[in-house]
């Protein structure tokens, strides 16, 4: 009976393994080159309240297949910077809002940097938009980093 049992635990595990295989978890991780590169997101419209309109761009350097700087900054549809002025014109929660987001641009690219992934990434409490442009501007950067054999 331990016969048998070792038996289908053996056919279960190489199960796994093929599967593992066939559905891609097996394949090398990506490898990048070393530069600089940026990427930038689509645009964001404005969320239901009229908020957030813009873009992310970044900037990374990549050194030995690692991300060792980062840079995001964000910008209204017309290109203007978002800093500390931003928001100026709003009710005092709006801007206080729009300056969390303001702030958290810095926080990410720190994230990235730290964690070497965007996996490392989250987002924070109140500036969800701004995590969403961060990530989709570095995955578009990533891409063309990326070394493809």
Known sequence: MKQFKKAIALLLLFTVCLTAIACGKSSKPKTYADGVYS???????EDESGNGA???EVTIEIKNNRIVSCTFK???????????TYGAD?????????????????????????????DGVDAIS?????????????EQALSKAEITE
């Open 39 to 45: 990427g930038r997101s689509s645009d964001f419209q």
């Open 74 to 84: 964000m910008y209204e549809l017309d290109g203007t910077l978002k800093d500390e």
């Open 126 to 138: 109140g500036a969800t938009i701004s995590c969403k442009e961060f990530k989709e501007a570095v």
């Open 54 to 56: 813009g873009y992310g």
């Open 90 to 118: 709003l009710s005092k929660e709006n801007r206080l809002k729009a300056q969390k987001a303001v702030q958290s641009a810095e926080k990410y690219a720190e994230m990235l940097v730290s964690a070497g992934t965007l």
